[in-house]
């Protein structure tokens, strides 16, 4: 058998130190992805509330004639907040689910909703609702969704 001489056996310990500096690099840069994913994740659920909370709006408003879209029926029926007489309105206070919390400013940072309401052709109003936020980044998000409500509906 062969003699390891104190040369090689400081190279394998040299060859230790190396490869165990490699990983805690490898590791630390895998961790400081964290942050960023997790702000990713928070992204991603802001937008699917504030989605949600568009949807919501809208299902309400198309059980509605468009003869029905005032600011006294809307605001009788906790869609918009109270004190306005005219499109565009704001719902950023009015909880559209009891089960959910789905009034923007209480769901969302700095989240608002509006609710523009315009009459088209032949006694039809379309319908467009906005919930804007500030995300974790700290830019301002905007969702939007409309739909169109014919005067077939009385």
């Not at 964290?34 to 509330?49: D, W, Y």
């Not at 809208?58 to 306005?84: C, F, S, Y």
């Not at 704001?90 to 959910?100: E, Q, S």
């Amino acid at each position: 058998m062969k003699r390891r001489s104190k040369v090689q056996s400081g190279n394998v310990l040299i060859d230790c130190i190396i490869g165990l500096m490699l990983l805690s690099i490898g590791a630390a840069s895998f961790y400081s992805l964290f942050p960023v994913i997790s702000k990713s994740h928070a992204m991603g659920e802001e937008e699917q509330k504030a989605t949600q909370i568009c949807t919501k709006m809208l299902e309400h408003i198309q059980l509605l004639a468009p003869t029905k879209l005032t600011a006294t029926n809307l605001t009788g029926m906790l869609l918009v907040d109270p004190g306005q007489a005219a499109s565009p309105y704001t719902f950023n206070h009015c909880p559209l689910d009891d089960a959910m919390d789905y009034a923007p400013a209480d769901s969302l940072k700095n989240g608002t909703g509006t609710l523009t309401i315009t009459t088209i052709n032949y006694g039809s109003s379309q319908v467009i609702a906005t919930v804007t936020w500030k995300n974790p980044f700290g830019t301002v998000e905007t969702v939007s969704m409309g739909t169109i409500l014919g005067a077939f509906r009385s």
